[in-house]
């Protein structure tokens, strides 16, 4: 059975940096693309990231291109968004999610078939 679990959310003023982390386990980590989505309050969940098995290539939304940061680590069957420069419109649950391939250029919520439970990111003005 596919687990992901989300850690590293929190309260953070504007302008600030989280790391957040995705611990996977159940299926051969290596093997397939990794993204990260939020969901806001009242709004659809949406894609922030991705990143294909090998870390080779990533992928972002417009909304947080040259902030935001996605990496994973295979031996340690984890992924990571480094979120920097932090604003009020980042707040939002953040969830990691496995894909059935291995490339990324293509993720979307509904095609995700596993997803980790979220980690709340809140950020002050």
């Known amino acids: 059975q596919v687990q992901l679990v989300e850690s590293g959310g929190g309260l953070v003023q504007a302008g600030g940096s989280l790391r957040l982390s995705c611990a996977a386990s159940g299926r051969t980590f290596s093997q397939y693309a990794m993204g990260w989505f939020r969901q806001a309050p009242g709004k659809e969940r949406e894609f922030v990231a991705a990143i294909n098995w090998s870390g080779g290539r990533t992928y972002y939304a417009d909304s947080v291109k040259g902030r935001f940061t996605i990496s994973r680590d295979n031996a340690r069957n984890t992924v990571y968004l480094q979120m920097n420069s932090l604003k009020p419109e980042d707040t939002a649950v953040y969830y990691c999610?496995?894909?059935?391939?291995?490339?990324?250029?293509?993720?979307?919520?509904?095609?995700?078939?596993?997803w980790g439970k979220g980690t709340l990111v809140t950020v002050s003005s």
């Open positions: 999610a496995s894909d059935r391939s291995s490339e990324a250029a293509t993720m979307t919520v509904d095609g995700m078939p596993y």
